[in-house]
């Protein structure tokens, strides 16, 4: 029986479970309550609200998916029991799926994989295989100063004040505040965006026409617009840099964004744990079941490396 660690608002597990009929034993970090668990010296041993149970031996295979609690909490100053509680699962998921590493049975993506392989070095290991746009994080007394159009973002998940989100956004020379640090990147010129689901040595690529949208970031109407992407085929020689990158990365799964302009593609990130249900919905090239297959496998896709602690 495969075991997801994931939470119950977690769409692309929705769609995988529609997708077969295989065993498969949800455990939701939000709902924790509604579960039983005994871990000790002789494994573990799980069961739902629905009576269902998985323990060390029943367990073929688990994915790490979307581990986080859905409520915003505010937490005081001295802290709370919920938050404390949080903090207890969180920690307890990781070992559990520590567990299946250890046992071989860990999936595609890795718990913590976004921190063993981040951005910046993405960006310096990308250089090898693909375009790469100038680059610079920066704290300095003075603001940053730069020619022509560039970009910034940010690195962490977190709200910036009022639930808000910092999205990708394009920037002046002289105009940012020099007392928070910078990442900044030549801005590309680019007509359509490029993603590529990296399944094990598969590529599933779709791509974004950049006039949908206004800004440089398509994430900011996501939820108010629908974007239509459309099916791409890779060139071989980009399909086997990708694979190439993401081999020596070490990493079996991952969601590939890049740039197009006049038909090159230029390198932006890769998500180790991205989403990707959106893409493929109707089963046209194939991606969800590549993931189930890969998934529900009897044999590891590739050893994953120890975390780093």
Known sequence: ??????????????????????????????????YSLALGTSGFDLADPHGRRIDERSMSSC???KVNFN????????GSVDHWLEAQWRYVFRE???????????????????????KLMQLRRAKKYFNVADWLFTKQDSPPLFEGSWITKG???????????FYTREVKSGQLDPAYPWFLQSKIEASHDLTVVYVAGRCFAFTLDRRLF?????????????????????TPDLR?????????????????????????????????????????????????????????????????RPLLR
């Open 71 to 78: 409520s915003i909490e505010v937490v005081p100053v001295g």
């Open 96 to 118: 559990m799926w520590n567990i299946g590493r250890e046992l071989g049975k860990a999936r595609l993506t890795e718990a913590g994989g976004e921190r063993r392989f981040g």
């Open 63 to 65: 994915y790490w998916r």
């Open 214 to 234: 206004q800004g440089v970031d398509w994430r900011v109407d996501i939820n108010r617009v629908e974007h239509p992407w459309t099916d791409h085929e890779l």
């Open 155 to 165: 690195f962490a998940a977190e709200f910036v004040g009022n639930h808000k989100v």
């Open 1 to 34: 029986m495969l075991l997801i660690f994931t939470n119950s608002l977690d769409g692309t597990v929705d769609l995988l479970l529609r997708e077969t009929d295989r065993p498969i034993f949800r455990f939701n970090i939000d709902l924790w309550r509604d």
């Open 240 to 304: 086997q840099r990708i694979c190439d990158f993401m081999d020596e990365a070490d990493l079996s799964f991952g969601r590939l964004d890049f740039l197009l302009k006049d038909g090159v593609e230029w390198f932006l990130e890769v998500n180790p744990n991205g989403q990707f249900a959106w893409l493929d919905q109707s089963g046209r090239q194939g991606m969800l079941k590549a993931i189930l297959e890969e998934l529900t496998t009897t044999r590891p896709t590739k050893p994953i």
